[in-house]
């Protein structure tokens, strides 16, 4: 199996001194754009799956990305906000606040939830703990027979995903940019 993990489009967080403060930012027009062009970068078709964060500007990013195309479109707690590296001391910033389950489902109404339980997400859980969350959703992902499974996701959480995967140490030098993407096969 496939296995891509893509960045969100940019929001509106990063173009603000004080954008991380902002409760659940939206894509900028830049950002609508480039995921967009995601449409040319990663073609999706029928027999894709695609897994989006549960925060506005992924979800946006997946929405723009798929528009028009008939693929299975689900959202997971299990690829929201990580913090990368993990610091105890560090706490879930407002831009990386997940959105509520009927949040999702009101607003962004073409994407089920996979999630058993919603809970506070993955931002700050220790990292043996998110082995597990992992597993899990590697797990599910290969249970669904697809291919292909996109994730729309962030850097922090990409490049938590893609540690774990590939058992190497990474730092946030291995972030990607917007609408930037790994792929891995498992």
């Known amino acids: 199996m496939e296995l891509i993990f893509v960045r969100h489009g940019e929001g509106v967080h990063t173009k603000k001194p004080d954008g991380l403060h902002i409760l659940h930012p939206a894509l900028t027009i ?6 967009r062009e995601l449409q040319q970068t990663w073609p999706l078709s029928s027999d894709d ?8 500007r992924t979800l946006q990013t997946a929405e723009r990305w798929s528009e028009g195309i008939p693929c299975r479109r689900v959202v997971s707690i299990a690829v929201g906000p990580r913090m990368f590296p993990q610091k105890k001391e560090w706490r879930t910033l407002p831009c990386d606040q997940t959105l509520g389950e009927n949040q999702v489902s009101a607003e962004f109404p073409d994407f089920h939830l996979i999630d058993r339980r919603w809970g506070e997400g993955i931002n700050e859980i ?11 959703l590697i797990h599910w992902c ?3 027979g697809k291919d292909r499974v996109f994730v729309v996701t962030h850097d922090g959480t990409m490049t938590a995903y893609r540690q774990w995967i590939e ?3 990474l730092t946030r030098e ?6 930037g993407w790994i792929r891995v096969f498992i």
Do not use: C, N, R, Y
């Open 126 to 136: 220790p990292e043996e703990d998110f082995g597990d969350v992992a597993s899990a």
């Open 49 to 56: 799956l695609l897994i989006a964060s549960p925060t506005v």
């Open 167 to 169: 058992g190497k140490t």
């Open 30 to 35: 830049h950002g609508e754009s480039q995921a």
């Open 174 to 179: 291995d972030f990607p940019k917007e609408t």
């Open 142 to 144: 290969k249970q669904q």
